[in-house]
């Protein structure tokens, strides 16, 4: 079993709010083989904690419009990870330097990789820029 198509369409929707908010490292895995909670995690990185907190309110904001509220958040008022659970997707919003050390990908290395459509990505070339 794989990520919903409505986990994966939340999923592209929360990896484009933290692109337009110049998220670093975005990335997302379909943990619904190995969760019955949830079947993907979205992971960004931002530099400071205001930049965390802006990419966590236009998260919640794209979700928003698409009929998905959060059912539970942390870390907010801290700024350093912030996790939003929507249900079928729980969004991790990380400063960069809390991403290297608590390293999430290297955790759940054996899920399978959700691709992100290249304007995520915010190349250049793949962005068609």
Request: some cysteine; glycine content about 6%.
């Amino acid at each position: 079993m794989s990520a919903s198509d409505r986990a994966v369409e939340l999923t592209v929707a929360a990896a484009r709010a933290a692109a337009d908010l110049k998220a670093q490292e975005i990335i997302a895995l379909d943990v619904s083989e190995q969760l019955v909670l949830t079947d993907a995690f979205v992971i960004a990185s931002g530099t400071n904690e205001r930049q965390v907190g802006a990419i966590v309110d236009a998260v919640e904001e794209s979700l928003h419009k698409l009929g998905a509220k959060p059912l539970r958040r942390e870390g907010k008022s801290e700024g350093r990870w912030v996790l939003i659970d929507f249900g079928e997707i729980v969004v991790h919003v990380q400063h960069a330097e809390d991403r290297v050390y608590y390293a999430l990908e290297r955790l759940w290395k054996d899920c399978p990789v959700i691709e992100l459509p290249a304007d995520v990505h915010g190349t250049p070339d793949e962005a068609g820029e």
